[in-house]
């Protein structure tokens, strides 16, 4: 059967594999498929989906990965995610670790709790103000047998110092030439994100989500590019990854897209995870 396909598995979630190919598909080491998952990019929206577009789940979005590998007739896959992508992928090998390869993830967020205080951190700092965790008053007043809505408001918070695109921007490029780059090609493309696919899965409590206890379940290895200049990733998600699922941890001079600003070196980090 030759070598396990590469599936690109985009973030966001919501946005799509378009820049990652445009850029960096001459250089992919394998064959490779490049998934708009489902609703974003040149995927269709989600109203037009038997699920409609009010909710969407990680169940949903793996089975999806899984009839991709079924429509290419691969025996096994190399589920290869960025950002959001990368919980897809480490559930996908979780789920079906006989037709996984191996898995390969960059800059991986699976702790959305903690990810939302990572955001509201930076935010309060850029505005200035006293970092206020709502954390311990919300467990103290959430009556017993409900769950305390951390997650949702921290980043509640957190948007409402600073409006959600400043804020990624600054936890995700190094300078403001990555960020154009990125934008231009986002505009070279033409797409442009409507928001349902990420409203879809917070209507299904993504912020209030921890994978990190299910990494312990990962039977494939588990390979993981990291940039340092990513907040929003490293170390902490990285290091979830790195310690529960015995993540091989690759750490480069970059941040959220290192094909952007270490193409060589990401290429390289790229091709050793998928031949060891």
Do not use: C
């Not at 998934?35 to 995927?43: A, T, V």
């Not at 690759?250 to 980090?269: I, K, M, N, R, S």
């Amino acid at each position: 059967m030759g070598e396990a396909p590469v599936v690109y598995l985009h973030g966001g979630p919501g946005y799509n594999a378009y820049s990652f190919q445009a850029m960096f598909a001459d250089r992919m080491p394998r064959r490779a498929v490049y998934l708009d998952q489902r609703g974003s990019g040149r995927s269709g929206p989600l109203e037009d989906t038997e699920q409609g577009a009010d909710t969407l789940d990680l169940d949903t979005l793996v089975g999806d990965l899984d009839a991709v590998r079924d429509f290419l007739g691969a025996e096994r896959i190399v589920p290869l995610g960025h950002g959001f992508g990368g919980l897809v992928a480490l559930e996908y090998a979780r789920r079906f670790p006989t037709r996984t390869e191996r898995v390969i993830v960059v800059n991986p967020w699976v702790h959305f709790p903690d990810l939302a205080l990572t955001l509201l951190s930076e935010a309060s700092a850029r505005k200035g103000v006293v970092l206020e965790d709502p954390a311990a008053a919300l467990r103290a007043s959430t009556p017993e047998g409900q769950h305390p809505q951390v997650g949702a408001t921290r980043i509640e918070q957190a948007f409402a110092l600073l409006n959600a695109r400043d804020l990624l921007n600054a936890l995700h490029f190094t300078d403001a030439a990555s960020r154009m780059h990125l934008e231009f090609l986002d505009s070279e493309g033409q797409f442009v994100g409507s928001g349902e696919v990420q409203q879809a899965l917070v209507n299904q409590g993504l912020w209030e989500f921890e994978y990190a206890p299910f990494l312990t379940e990962l039977r494939r290895p588990v390979y993981v590019i990291a940039g340092a200049h990513d907040r929003s990733a490293y170390p902490e998600q990285v290091q979830y990854v790195a310690d529960l699922a015995d993540g091989d941890v690759t750490v480069l001079d970059a941040g959220h897209y290192p094909w952007l600003d270490a193409e060589d070196d990401f290429a390289a980090a790229l091709e050793d995870a998928l031949r060891r």
